[in-house]
């Protein structure tokens, strides 16, 4: 057909011909992700899913619950719980200033990982805040500071922000650029250490 010029008496050939080549274009594709998923759900249980409903079982959900992810945060050993100054202000950050797709990032940067679980059943470890050492030694630059992420931990070292508006400046200034995880032992993570 690649030699066949399209007219006016043969362009509804053309046009059911790739009309048939798009729709069974990704056919075997398809059918290979369905046997692989065949292997893991059985078919009769997809059917009672929507797809949107299929991807939050599989993937978990796409919007974040700040409120899930509240229920499932632990303040160990660091001096701060729910009610501190600061952890106030991350809470009310998380929930009213950012996106979610900046919520999804901050995931990745403490988790590596983008989404959370469906419910708190699902968290195999809980998040942590604590604070951050070396900036809370010196409050008088503790706005210069950038959170610090322990992706193994599921851990947040959050300095004590004098505002909301240094901590999501230094917090999203960290989740937009501070994305390889451990990235510690390469040149650039020695190279920021020896800055710091």
């Known amino acids: ?18 009309t048939a ?16 998923l065949a292997c893991v759900v059985p078919f009769q249980i997809l059917t009672i899913f929507s797809w949107e409903e ?9 919007i974040i619950d700040v409120d899930l992810l509240m229920q499932n945060t632990r303040y160990p050993n660091s001096g701060v719980n729910a009610n501190t100054k600061h952890i106030k202000m991350f809470w009310n950050m998380m929930k009213t200033r950012m996106t979610n797709k900046q919520r999804s990032q901050f995931l990745y940067f403490v988790w590596g990982r ?6 708190s059943k699902e968290f195999t470890q809980k998040f942590q805040i604590v604070n951050c050492g070396s900036a809370d030694s010196n409050m008088s630059k ?4 950038l959170p610090i992420a322990h992706t193994c931990f599921f851990q947040l070292e959050l300095p004590k922000y004098t505002s909301e508006e240094a901590m ?25 250490a020896r800055m710091a």
Do not use: E, H, M
Request: net charge positive; proline share 4%; with cysteine.
């Open 1 to 18: 057909g690649s030699k066949t010029p399209v007219t006016p008496y043969n362009y509804q050939d053309y046009v059911d011909l790739l």
């Open 21 to 36: 080549f798009k729709t069974n274009q990704g056919k075997a594709q398809c059918a290979a992700i369905r046997a692989g």
């Open 54 to 62: 299929l991807q939050d079982q599989v993937c978990g959900r796409v």
């Open 114 to 119: 983008s989404r959370l679980p469906r419910s």
């Open 142 to 145: 503790v706005n210069q500071y």
């Open 168 to 192: 999501y400046k230094k917090v999203v200034w960290a989740i937009t650029n501070c994305t390889t995880i451990d990235g510690d032992n390469t040149g650039t993570g020695r190279a920021n």
